[in-house]
């Protein structure tokens, strides 16, 4: 197995849940200035159909599933939205407020929350948990709110890479 900060988007695509879950409770919590830019998206293992690498593979295959991946604002009150696509036809649907939250005794979590103004049920029922894997790379649950807990559906994954804005040349 590689190491985590050697890991790709589409070597976590080739993993399964168990071994998903391992890198989740290892990896750390991102602060709110690594996100920023636009990340491209990749669902990964999960409940149901999801368990199955082979129709996982299918389901998710990027040419057919219309979730990109997600962009982020450059605001202090950290917002994003997600990209959705079929073929060059793109378009932003689903935003969210990111957050970091503490509870008493336990590891600080990075909360994509979807419960805000302008979404509608059932959007305002899922939330995205994320951890840093390394520099540019995520590794997120997405959950459904039923009856008053929230309930992990799958993984996600996404490949976020910061614009350099200083331009050097060489003679």
């Known amino acids: 197995m590689k190491k985590q900060s050697l890991l790709q988007l589409e070597d976590l695509a080739q993993k399964n849940c168990a071994e998903l879950n391992e890198l989740f409770a290892a990896a750390d919590t991102p602060r709110l200035a690594d996100f920023e830019g636009i990340a491209k998206g ?6 149901g159909l999801m368990r199955s690498k082979h129709l996982r593979n ?23 939205i997600n990209r959705l696509g079929l073929g060059p036809v793109e378009k932003t649907a689903m935003p969210f407020q990111v957050k970091i939250e503490s509870k008493k005794g336990q590891q600080k979590l ?24 390394h520099d540019g790379l995520f590794l997120g649950t997405f959950d459904i709110r039923w009856r008053k807990n929230y309930h992990f559906i799958l993984y996600f994954g996404m490949s976020l890479q910061k614009l350099n804005t200083k331009t050097t040349t060489r003679s």
């Open 42 to 47: 990749r669902f990964l293992a999960g409940k």
């Open 58 to 80: 299918l389901i998710t295959h990027p040419k057919l599933w219309p979730w990109k991946g997600k962009a982020f604002t450059k605001s202090k009150s950290k917002q994003g």
């Open 110 to 133: 990075c909360i994509f929350n979807y419960n805000i103004k302008g979404n509608h049920w059932p959007v305002t029922l899922c939330r995205d948990r994320v951890k840093k894997l």
